[in-house]
């Protein structure tokens, strides 16, 4: 299991940015993210095989940053066992709080995404940073 990749939004409704490292913090989340406040949903992560069983739904392929998540993994499916979990990246560590539920915005980026997330968790996990750490493309990530 590995971090694939890493994006971020400066502000609501903006495009996300991707980049090869981060600071991942307590108090801001994902370095740069407008969403980093504390809280349940301080950083969302994503699997990039459940975001391939989307994409295969709505027969195409589009970016992963078009879910607006922070991070891409691989080598893992999210489900509801998850919850309670830690996600170690580096030394970074976020605690699972619950799934990302896909929101109709999806739709806007692609008529019947919102329904192709919808099942088995695709859309990925919410997250609470409990350890600090700088992240970088290529980390080890590991479920403790």
Same mark, same amino acid.
């Given at each position: 299991?590995?971090?694939?990749?890493?994006?971020?939004?400066?502000? !609501? *409704?903006?495009?996300?940015?991707? &980049?090869? #490292? !981060?600071?991942?913090?307590?108090?801001?989340?994902? #370095?740069?993210?407008?969403?980093?406040?504390?809280? &349940?949903?301080?950083? =969302?992560?994503?699997?990039?095989?459940? @975001?391939?069983?989307?994409?295969?739904?709505? /027969? +195409?392929?589009?970016? @992963? +940053?078009?879910?607006?998540?922070?991070?891409? %993994?691989?080598?893992?499916?999210?489900?509801? !066992?998850?919850?309670?979990?830690?996600?170690?990246?580096? $030394?970074?560590?976020?605690?699972? +709080?619950? #799934? +990302?539920?896909?929101?109709?915005?999806? /739709?806007?980026? $692609?008529?019947?995404? =919102?329904?192709?997330?919808?099942?088995? @968790? *695709?859309?990925? %996990?919410?997250?609470? %940073?409990?350890?600090?750490? *700088?992240?970088?493309?290529?980390? &080890?990530?590991?479920?403790?």
């Amino acid at each position: 299991m590995q971090l694939l990749e890493i994006a971020f939004r400066p502000k !609501s *409704r903006a495009p996300m940015q991707t &980049k090869s #490292e !981060s600071m991942i913090s307590k108090v801001a989340g994902v #370095e740069g993210d407008f969403r980093g406040k504390p809280g &349940k949903r301080q950083v =969302t992560v994503m699997s990039i095989e459940q @975001w391939k069983l989307a994409c295969d739904a709505v /027969d +195409t392929i589009l970016p @992963w +940053t078009v879910r607006r998540a922070n991070l891409l %993994v691989d080598g893992v499916n999210f489900d509801p !066992s998850m919850v309670g979990q830690q996600i170690k990246i580096g $030394h970074c560590i976020l605690y699972v +709080t619950g #799934e +990302t539920d896909p929101c109709p915005k999806m /739709d806007a980026q $692609h008529q019947g995404l =919102t329904q192709a997330l919808t099942p088995d @968790w *695709r859309g990925g %996990v919410c997250c609470r %940073v409990i350890a600090d750490g *700088r992240i970088r493309v290529g980390d &080890k990530m590991v479920i403790i």
